[in-house]
């Protein structure tokens, strides 16, 4: 168990629908990053937060969104979803914001139909 | 998006081989992270480097941080039945955003 914990596990949606994604750090950690895995592919780092504030951006889409709040948890807001963006989506956690080793969260799968 | 180049992408050994795979990019690299993971599973981190030429062991795994900053290694010696899963390398970036790439990975299948 690597302390952080993600929600849902599995999220089915149509196509055109807006979800949220959620992530806790470990107990200390001050980044969240979020990362995409399609189907037996590598992962692909979308967005980090630090502290609260966008620290570096990937290849995120206009359509996805994130932000992290006070308590550090953090969100991931993918909307008029299409069936490309069917993916495992992970979020990891370090201590600081740059050079840390990053702990990842068992993932949420999500299925667009 | 930009990834490493990871090798092999596949490979089937049998139980107490040992097994070899590394990371190259033409970028210089800070950091490298080594991680395995199980299908439908998050990546669990096995092996973290921070200097060049760094050779750091964990348990049966190897893991070195290459002289000219641009690659990365991985061994793992006497195989068993569990280390099948996908094998990844991530580098963070020497410059800029310091985000960490992360390799193409290995999927080591082990045969009893």
């Known amino acids: 168990d690597s302390g952080v914990t993600q929600t849902p596990k599995h999220l089915i949606t149509a196509t055109g629908q807006r979800v949220t994604l959620r992530c806790s750090p470990r107990s200390g950690d001050l980044s969240v990053y979020w990362y995409q895995q399609s189907l037996d592919q590598g992962l692909q780092f979308l967005i980090q937060y630090y502290n609260g504030e966008e620290r570096a951006k990937g290849n995120i889409l206009e359509r996805f969104s994130a932000q992290q709040f006070p308590d550090l948890h953090s969100e991931l807001n993918l909307s008029s979803l299409e069936l490309g963006d069917s993916a495992l989506y992970f979020c990891?956690?370090?201590?600081?914001?740059?050079?840390?080793?990053?702990?990842f969260g068992p993932g949420t799968r999500l299925t667009v139909l | 998006g930009q990834q490493l180049n990871q090798s092999p992408q596949s490979m089937f050994i049998q139980e107490g081989e040992d097994v070899s795979m590394n990371c190259t990019s033409s970028s210089i690299f800070n950091t490298w992270l080594w991680y395995k993971q199980d299908p439908g599973e998050g990546p669990v981190l096995l092996i973290a480097?921070?200097?060049?030429?760094e050779l750091t062991s964990n348990g049966r795994l190897t893991a070195q941080f290459g002289i000219t900053r641009k690659d990365s290694f991985l061994n793992i010696s006497a195989s068993i039945p569990s280390d099948v899963g996908i094998y990844f390398c991530?580098?963070?970036?020497?410059?800029?955003?310091?985000?960490?790439?992360f390799g193409t990975g290995t999927r080591l299948k082990v045969l009893a």
């Open positions: 990891a956690s370090s201590a600081g914001d740059r050079g840390n080793e990053q702990f």
């Open positions: 480097l921070y200097k060049a030429g």
């Open positions: 991530a580098g963070q970036t020497a410059s800029g955003t310091y985000k960490y790439i």
